[in-house]
């Protein structure tokens, strides 16, 4: 009998020592879960250190379990490619601009809209209430972190601008819609890279930029052109993606996804701040350097409204092409606005 309890106690003794050798085995293997970041903005952007934080929260949050490797200034996948590179499992998590890839997102192309924007706080808070009630089938093939949407952008000029008059036909940088905007205007849109925007002002090859006023600051633009035209009738945004590749998302225990779920509601708040904060940074810059901020009156504000009103009806009719709901995403975007954009 006594050796019969031995053996049991040997037997027990034996199984707990496998079981804490074990563990550790375990945790180690709870903590392989590595994931890529995909990101275009360059690296001393606050976007990109904003990116870098979410990415150390993750780790933080499940105990070392997720890791995220980030790589910024499309240096896994270029700008216009994260999308499908986050589709196709060449990054795991990707951030880019939705106008960066047209006519993948007809719903979702209404944010882009000239819709009298005043901050980049009610923009964002804007596209994601926008995905929460649309649910748009654009963005089946991933899962959507989170979205956000610059400040207000608006010409800025190396000559004084005070009326719609005063923009025929000048040369102005701009890409996806807002070129459309530039147009509807009556300026003169020119495509190009971000980068070589700098050169293109110095030398006279654009006469300004359609941009929010973080560019003054972010791409040293405020040194070469001297008015910024505050005009909320026609102001715009541009909206952004952070997705994770679908599988990867599937994949991931059910305690992480919700981990990093509460993550990203409270990263949308903070991308608005950053934006917002970017914004106040390259005004305060631009104004140093001495140029100036341009108020239209309210009657120029309205003539200015009315100029870009037919690309919202273009919008409305693309969609509706598309079969999707464009006349009540517009709607919706525009009671949005009168309630919050203050």
Known sequence: MKKCFVVKLFLLVFFVSVCLISLPNIAAAQKEIKMNYSNFFPAPHANSVLADQWCKEVEKRTNGRVKVTIFH?????????????????LSDVG?????????RFPLTEVIDLPLGYKNATVATALINEFYKKFKPKEFDDVQVMYLHAHGPGFPH????????????????????FSAKVVTALGAAPVGMAMGETYDA?????????????EALQGWKWGDLVKYSIYNTGASYTTGFFVVMNKAKWNALP????????????????????????IDESGKVYAAKLGNKFTPLSKEEEARWAQAVKPLLDGYVTNATAKGVPGDQALKFCQDYLKKYNK
């Open 157 to 176: 000029t190396k000559k004084p601008v005070a009326k719609l008059e005063d923009l025929k036909g000048m040369k102005i940088r701009a890409h996806g």
């Open 254 to 277: 059910k305690d992480i996804q919700q981990i990093i779920t509460k993550l990203n509601e409270e990263w949308i708040p903070k991308q608005a701040q950053t934006w917002d904060a």
């Open 73 to 89: 200034g499309g240096t896994l996948t270029p700008a216009p490619m994260v999308y499908d590179g986050v589709v196709k499992g």
């Open 201 to 213: 002002l110095s030398k006279g090859v654009v006469e300004g930029v359609m941009a929010p006023m």
């Open 95 to 103: 951030m880019s601009v939705l106008a960066y890839t047209p006519g």
